[in-house]
C-alpha cells in the first residue's frame, strides 16, 4: 500500500479529476453482470406538465452522471464521428431542472447533484398531473396502476426526474446503482479538497469533448462557472503555458488545478491578501514563521487545546487527524514532508475541511444513547400546513410536499381534512381530502398521504416516530374512512394506544415509538378522563349514545344525547388530544396525552414579557406537549420567530417548510444537531430543572475571515460573477432578573461586500455578541450576492450557540432545501469564534 507520500507525489501528475472520487465510484459501483445502464435504458419520463414520453437513461461509465436523452447515445454515437459529447442526442432538460431559464442547458444529473431515489410512489407534483382520472373520485389512472415502476430521482435539493420502468430487474438495478453512487461519493468526497471537487464538478461540464483537457475559452469557462473575475485571463492561461513548458495548447487537470491555486494567491481580492496567506499568519502566530511542518505533540499542545479549546483532545486523536489530512487529494505540487507530520499547505486545508467545522461533529453524531423520556421532554422538528407549495390562498397540495419535509428531518406532519365526494359518487368509496379549507388550494386524497408517508418508513425503518396532526373536519362517515385507511396502510406501524391511557402517569418515549406512527388529533373522553370537562359531559361509548354515523339515539331521562365529535374508530387510534387552553394552572393537572395548539400570536400575550409566566409555561411542557403555529394572517406562508416557543419548552413549533426564510434556517440548524433524526433533548434550563438560575450572559467575538468556492445563486452555472457579502445574525432569548423582561432579540451584523470573487473572498470584519440564553441562542450566517436592486441569497446557515466551537472554524453552507448538493457542497466560509 502506497505512503501518504508516495500518494501526494501521485496525485500531482494525475490526468483524471479527482482520481479519489473515480476510484471509489469505478471499484465500487458494479451494476448487475447483465444491465445494460452504460448502454441507455428505454423509460417513460414524465415532464412539470403531467405528460410522458419514451426517453432514454443512461448512466456514464465512469458512474459520475446520469442522461436523460431523446435517443440512445450508444446508437447516436455510432451514426456519427465526432466526440463523445459533441455527439450526444438532444438531453430532456426541462426533466432535469423544470426551467427554461439560466440552467436549461443542463446535460446531465452529476453524482454530486444526488439527494435521494424514491421508488413506487406517486409523490410528486409531476406525477400527480400525470393522472388522467379524477383520484379525488376513487377513479385510478395508469401511473395509479403501474405505481410500482415509478423511479423518482431527487437532484440538486428538491428537483425531480421521474420515470417509469416496466423491467422490474433493471429497475432494481438503477436504484441499486444510484444508491450506491451517492454512498461512494459522500465517503471518497472527504478524502478531496473542496477546491478539487469544485474543478471536478465544473470540469465534467465544461470538458465538452471528454478528452481531459482544457483550451483557453474552456478555461474562461471555469473562471466564470468558479466565480473568479481576472483582468485578461486569455493572457494568464498563456503565459502559465509557457512557464510550465507546456507545449499543447490545453492545461490537463492537475495542471489546471495548479493555475487555479497560482489566481487565489495572487488575485484574491479582500481587504487583505489571499487566504492561503491568512493561513500562513495563523501558523506563524502559533507554530513559528520558520516552521515548514508541525509534529502531532505541536499542534495539540499549541493549537488544539489551546486556540480551538478542545481540552479533551489526545494524540491519539491528532494522529488520525493527520492520517486523514495527509490522504486528502489536491492534486497539486507540494514540497515533502515527513508522513506523521503537517505542512502548512494541509494547514490551510484543515482549517476549510469538515474536520474542523464550527457545528460540533459531536453534537451533529445519532443518538447514541437512548431517548427513553417521555415526549414531552423534546423539541421535535414539525411542519405547518404540510401539503402545501406555496401560500395559503390559491397555491397546490402535494404529496412532494410531504416527502420534502420529511426529507428535511420533519416528524410532525399537519393534515388538515375534509368531507370528499360523497358516497353516492365513489360507488360506495368514501375520499377524505386534505386542503386548506375555504380557499381555492387544490386538494389532495387522504390516503395518497398515507401511501408517501408508508414509503418514508419502509425506507427509514428506525426512524422515530412520525406524529401525524390531523385537523379534523370531517363527518362521521369520513372520518371512519381515515380510521380504516390508516389501519390498512399502516398495519402494526400505526401506534394504539392501550385503553385508559388518557389518564398514564407520562406519555411514552420515542425509543418505545421508534418506526411508528402517532395520531394526534380530537380524542372523545373516556369514563375516567379528568379533562372532560374541557371538550364534553357526554361520553360516547356509554349505552344509548349517537352511534358513529351521527344518528342520535335517546340516552338517559329520554333525552337526545349529543353525537360524539370523534368516531371512536379514529379516536382509539389518537394519542394526542387537543383541548382548549384556558390557564396553565388548570391545564397543569390534565393527563399528559391532552396538549395545547397555541397560535404566533398568542405567545407573547401568555409569557406578557414576564419571566415568571414562562416559568408557568415551561413547568406545563415538563409532562405535557404544546404545539405553536404560524397566525393566520401569514397567508404569505412566511414564518414566525421560533425562538420564544423554543425557550418555554414547547415540542411542537410548527412552521411553513415551503417557505425558507429565517425561521426555518433557524429551524434547520437547530436540528441537524443528533443526526438530524427530528428529535432533541430540551436543554435543562428548558425543561425548568432550575427555576429560580439565570446562566450569566455571554461574551462572543465572531470574526468572519474568508470564503472558499461560493456558488452563484441557486446554485446555477451562469450568470455574473457575484459580489459576496456575509450577514451574521444572533437569535436570542432576552432574560431579566427578578421576574423581569422575557422575549425574543436579534442582533444582525453584516460585512462589506467583495466584488467580483466567490471563489476566495477575503471580508476580516470582527462582530461583538451579547448572549443572554446560551442553551437556546442561534447563530445564523447568511452569504448573500450584492447587486443594485435585489441582494440575492447564495447560501446560509445557522449553529445553536451551545454547539459553536471555539477557534478558527470551518462554516459549512446549505442551500434552500437544506442540502449540500451540487456546487453547495463545497462552500464554506473560515471564521474565529472567541468567547
Given at each position: ?240 503555458l509557457k512557464d510550465q513548458h507546456i ?242 396502510i399502516f398495519g402494526k406501524k400505526l ?333 464554506t466560509l473560515l471564521v474565529e469564534v472567541?468567547?
Open positions: 500500500m502506497p505512503t501518504p507520500s508516495e500518494r501526494r507525489k501521485h496525485w500531482a501528475s494525475v490526468k483524471s479529476p479527482a482520481s479519489s472520487v473515480t476510484a471509489a465510484l469505478g471499484d465500487n459501483v458494479k451494476l448487475a453482470k447483465h444491465s445494460k445502464w452504460h448502454q441507455g435504458i428505454p423509460v417513460m419520463k414524465v415532464d412539470k406538465a403531467g405528460k410522458m414520453a419514451k426517453r432514454y437513461l443512461t448512466i456514464g461509465k465512469d458512474k459520475m452522471a446520469i442522461y436523460c436523452t431523446h435517443q440512445s447515445i450508444e446508437k447516436f454515437m455510432a451514426k456519427s464521428e465526432s466526440s463523445f459529447t459533441l455527439a450526444l442526442p438532444k438531453v430532456s432538460m426541462l426533466s432535469l431542472r423544470g426551467t427554461k431559464g439560466s440552467d436549461a442547458g443542463q446535460r446531465h444529473i452529476d453524482v454530486a447533484d444526488l439527494v435521494d431515489v424514491v421508488v413506487g410512489l406517486v409523490g410528486t407534483l409531476k406525477l400527480e398531473k400525470a393522472r388522467n382520472e379524477n383520484r379525488l373520485k376513487g377513479l385510478f389512472s395508469e401511473i395509479d396502476t403501474q405505481r410500482e415502476q415509478i423511479v423518482t430521482i431527487i437532484h440538486h435539493g428538491n428537483d425531480t426526474l421521474n420515470v417509469l420502468i416496466d423491467d422490474a430487474q433493471e429497475r432494481k438495478n438503477l436504484v441499486d446503482c444510484l444508491r450506491k453512487m451517492k454512498a461512494e461519493y459522500d465517503k471518497a468526497r472527504l478524502l478531496v479538497d473542496n477546491e478539487a471537487l469544485l474543478l471536478r464538478y465544473t470540469w465534467y461540464d465544461v470538458d465538452l469533448n471528454k478528452d481531459n483537457q482544457i483550451g483557453e475559452k474552456e478555461f474562461i469557462n471555469i473562471l466564470q462557472r468558479v466565480n473568479i473575475n481576472l483582468k485578461g485571463p486569455g493572457k494568464i492561461f498563456r503565459q502559465f507545449n499543447s495548447k490545453a492545461l490537463k487537470y492537475h495542471e489546471c488545478m495548479l493555475l487555479l491555486q497560482k489566481i487565489k494567491a495572487e488575485h484574491s481580492s479582500g481587504d487583505v491578501s489571499a487566504s492561503e496567506a491568512i493561513a500562513d499568519d495563523i501558523w506563524n502566530k502559533h507554530f513559528g514563521s520558520d516552521k515548514k511542518f508541525i509534529t502531532a505533540q505541536d499542534f495539540l499542545s499549541k493549537f488544539l487545546m489551546t486556540k480551538q479549546d478542545e481540552k479533551g483532545a489526545t494524540l491519539n486523536d491528532v494522529v488520525k487527524m493527520f492520517a486523514t489530512i495527509n490522504e486528502v487529494e489536491v492534486n497539486r505540487e507540494e514540497d515533502d514532508y515527513p508522513d506523521d507530520c503537517m505542512s502548512r499547505f494541509r494547514f490551510e486545508l484543515f482549517l476549510r475541511s469538515e474536520l474542523n467545522q464550527a457545528y460540533n461533529p459531536k453534537a451533529q453524531e445519532k443518538h447514541k444513547g437512548r431517548l427513553d423520556k417521555p415526549l414531552s421532554h423534546y423539541w421535535i422538528n414539525t411542519g405547518h400546513n404540510t401539503y402545501l407549495t406555496g401560500d395559503q390562498l390559491a397555491s397546490s397540495s402535494s404529496v412532494e410536499m410531504y416527502m420534502r419535509s420529511l426529507r428535511r428531518g420533519c416528524r410532525c406532519l399537519e393534515l388538515d381534512c375534509w368531507d370528499g365526494d360523497a358516497p353516492d359518487d365513489t360507488n360506495g368509496e368514501v375520499i377524505p381530502v386534505v386542503f386548506h379549507g375555504h380557499t381555492v388550494t387544490s386538494k389532495i386524497a387522504f390516503v395518497e398521504i398515507l401511501h408517501g408517508v408508508k414509503t418514508f418508513l419502509d425506507d427509514h425503518p428506525d426512524t422515530y416516530p412520525i406524529i401525524l396532526s390531523l385537523e379534523n373536519h370531517c363527518s362521521h362517515p369520513f372520518q371512519a374512512a381515515m380510521a380504516k385507511n390508516m389501519s390498512d401506534y394504539v394506544p392501550p385503553p385508559g391511557k388518557a389518564t398514564m402517569d407520562d406519555l411514552p418515549s420515542p425509543e418505545t415509538l421508534r418506526g411508528m406512527i402517532v395520531i394526534k388529533g380530537k380524542r372523545p373522553p373516556e369514563q375516567d378522563d379528568t379533562a372532560a370537562e374541557h371538550e364534553s359531559d357526554f361520553d360516547p361509548y356509554a349505552e344509548g349514545a349517537a352511534d358513529p354515523g351521527g344518528v342520535d339515539t335517546k340516552g338517559a331521562g329520554d333525552k337526545k344525547a349529543p353525537p360524539p365529535k370523534v368516531v371512536p374508530e379514529l379516536a382509539k387510534l389518537t394519542l394526542f388530544h387537543g383541548t382548549g387552553f384556558k390557564s396553565f394552572e388548570k391545564s397543569i393537572d390534565l393527563p399528559p396525552s391532552h396538549m395545547h395548539s397555541i397560535g404566533e400570536s398568542k405567545i407573547p400575550k401568555l409569557i406578557n414579557k414576564e419571566y415568571s409566566k414562562a416559568l408557568q409555561w415551561r413547568t406545563y411542557n415538563q409532562r405535557h406537549m404544546t404545539r405553536t403555529y404560524p397566525a393566520g394572517l401569514r397567508v404569505d406562508s412566511s414564518n414566525y420567530n421560533p425562538m420564544l416557543a423554543w425557550s418555554v419548552g414547547s415540542q411542537l413549533v410548527a412552521l411553513n417548510f415551503q417557505t425558507t426564510d429565517t425561521p426555518l434556517i433557524l429551524n434547520d440548524g437547530r436540528f441537524r444537531q443528533a443526526g438530524g433524526c427530528g428529535y432533541l433533548p430540551k436543554p435543562q434550563s428548558v425543561m425548568g430543572a432550575c427555576p429560580g438560575s439565570l446562566p450569566s450572559p455571554i461574551h462572543l467575538t465572531l470574526r468572519v475571515i474568508s470564503g472558499s468556492c461560493l456558488p452563484k445563486p441557486g446554485g446555477s452555472t451562469t450568470g455574473e460573477i457575484i459580489d459576496p457579502y456575509v450577514q451574521v445574525s444572533l437569535h436570542d432569548i432576552k432574560e431579566g432578573n427578578n421576574g423581569g423582561d422575557y422575549e425574543p432579540s436579534v442582533d444582525t451584523q453584516s460585512t462589506d461586500f467583495v466584488n467580483n470573487n466567490g471563489f476566495s473572498p477575503v471580508f476580516q470584519r470582527t462582530f461583538q455578541f451579547y448572549i443572554s440564553n446560551p442553551d437556546c441562542a442561534m447563530i445564523c450566517f447568511d452569504v448573500f450576492e450584492k447587486d443594485v436592486d435585489f441582494d440575492d441569497k447564495v447560501a446560509h446557515t445557522a449553529i445553536p450557540f451551545s454547539c459553536l466551537r471555539k477557534g478558527y472554524r470551518s462554516i459549512l453552507l446549505y442551500d434552500n432545501h437544506n442540502t449540500r448538493s451540487g456546487a453547495f457542497g463545497f462552500a472567541i468567547y
